[in-house]
Structure formats: structure tokens, C-alpha cells
T-cell receptor
Framework: DAGITQSPRYKITETGRQVTLMCHQT?????MFWYRQDLGHGLRLIYY???????DKGEVPDGYVVSRSKTENFPLTLESATRSQTSVYFC??????????????FGDGTRLSIL | GENVEQHPSTLSVQEGDSAVIKCTYS??????FPWYKQELGKRPQLIID?????GEKKDQRIAVTLNKTAKHFSLHITETQPEDSAVYFC????????????FGGGTRLMVKP
């Protein structure tokens, strides 16, 4: 779905560096999510946001920081990267305002390698 | 919170055969159950979903069934083709956390020509 884009697609960095992964959606979806995907672990939720200026921790938030100053953007920052954060990161979004669950739409992912 | 278990973790079938992937969930209040297909190096893509007020839903060769009493739901793919080869994820809503989905661990489906 072209409505959600992630950048960069690939990133190599060194331990201790700060790195920010960007996510932008054009649907005006209320909810946005960050997942990491590692072999053998499926999709694990890092952080999510129900609306601008509202964020909450997921299953694996340690070492990550998020912000949501605008509805369409949800950047994920690794303040001091570690090798264990080498992974594929997916951003997703979904509609809000419903009493039942809604489908999440995923970006193309960012493959992050930390040396 | 919600816990979703998915079986099997790998599934190999012959082209033309059917494939069934099963998931169980823990939260009886869950009301939405999507299935995603992820091809190698690509994003997860929604292929079918079902809500708790429906027992079965079909879309061409794929179908999903939901048993709320037993808290399990299944993906059925008939007449499998090599392009069905991918990793499939089930998910269920976590009603303690708005629109959050809890994903199963994934099933790698291999369709042999």
C-alpha cells in the first residue's frame, strides 16, 4: 500500500550511534505501530500511538524512543544502538474510532544492521 | 493481554492440495482476527479477516473459520499454487489496548510444484 512509507529501506550503523527510522502515512489513520521482526520471533510490538501526542509501550520497548507530533509521522529512534537491535523494522497504521479491531497496513520495512 | 499461538510453524504441501493453519487465542473478548501473508523480503499483507459475529468467511481459494467457544480460528487454502508459498501470520485484537493486534509466531508454507 503506497499510503505508508518507511525510510531508509536499509541502514548500517555502529554500536553506540543514534539512528532514527522514519514512517509516514497519508491515510490520516489514528493508530500507528512499530514492530521488529527477527527470525524465530515473528512480529513484536515496540511502541504504538493512538493519536498525535499519545504513545504507549508495546512488548519490547527498551532502547527505543518514539514521538508523534503529527498524525502522519511516527519516527522511531534508537538512542544508542546495540547489536541486539539488528532487525527488520516495520511500521503500520490503522483506523481509529471503531469499537472493534481494524486491519493494520504495513510499510515496506527498514533493514537495520548494527556492527 | 492477549496470547496467540499458531500451528504448525512449517507446512509443506504438494501443488493442488489444501493447506490449513490453526491459531488459538486467550482473550474471549477479542473481536477481530486478520490473516497476513508475507513473501520473502516483503511487507506483511492482509489477505483475509473475520469478525467475532461471523463463523466463516471465504474469498476465492482462501477461507477463515472462527470457533469462539473453543477460541480458535483457522486459515484454509484450497488448490494451492507455488505462489502461495510464504509465511502466514494470524492475529487477534487485544481488547485491553485499543486497536493493538497480537500476532501468532507465523507458519512457513511451502508449496511444491
Amino acid at each position: 500500500d503506497a499510503g505508508i512509507t518507511q525510510s531508509p529501506r536499509y541502514k548500517i550503523t555502529e554500536t553506540g550511534r543514534q539512528v532514527t527510522l522514519m514512517c509516514h502515512q497519508t491515510w490520516s489513520h489514528s493508530y500507528m505501530f512499530w514492530y521488529r521482526q527477527d527470525l524465530g520471533h515473528g512480529l513484536r510490538l515496540i511502541y504504538y500511538s493512538a493519536a498525535a501526542d499519545i504513545t504507549d509501550k508495546g512488548e519490547v520497548p527498551d532502547g527505543y524512543v518514539v514521538s508523534r507530533s503529527k498524525t502522519e509521522n511516527f519516527p522511531l529512534t534508537l538512542e544508542s544502538a546495540t547489536r541486539s537491535q539488528t532487525s527488520v523494522y516495520f511500521c503500520a497504521s490503522s483506523e481509529g474510532g471503531h469499537t472493534t479491531g481494524q486491519p493494520q497496513h504495513f510499510g515496506d520495512g527498514t533493514r537495520l544492521s548494527i556492527l | 493481554g492477549e496470547n496467540v499461538e499458531q500451528h504448525p510453524s512449517t507446512l509443506s504441501v504438494q501443488e493442488g492440495d489444501s493447506a490449513v493453519i490453526k491459531c488459538t487465542y486467550s482473550d474471549s473478548a477479542s473481536n477481530y482476527f486478520p490473516w497476513y501473508k508475507q513473501e520473502l523480503g516483503k511487507r506483511p499483507q492482509l489477505i483475509i479477516d473475520i469478525r467475532s459475529n461471523v463463523g466463516e468467511k471465504k474469498d476465492q481459494r482462501i477461507a477463515v473459520t472462527l470457533n469462539k467457544t473453543a477460541k480458535h480460528f483457522s486459515l484454509h487454502i484450497t488448490e494451492t499454487q507455488p505462489e502461495d508459498s510464504a509465511v502466514y501470520f494470524c492475529a487477534a485484537t487485544d481488547n485491553n489496548a485499543g486497536n493493538m493486534l497480537t500476532f501468532g509466531g507465523g507458519t512457513r508454507l511451502m508449496v511444491k510444484p
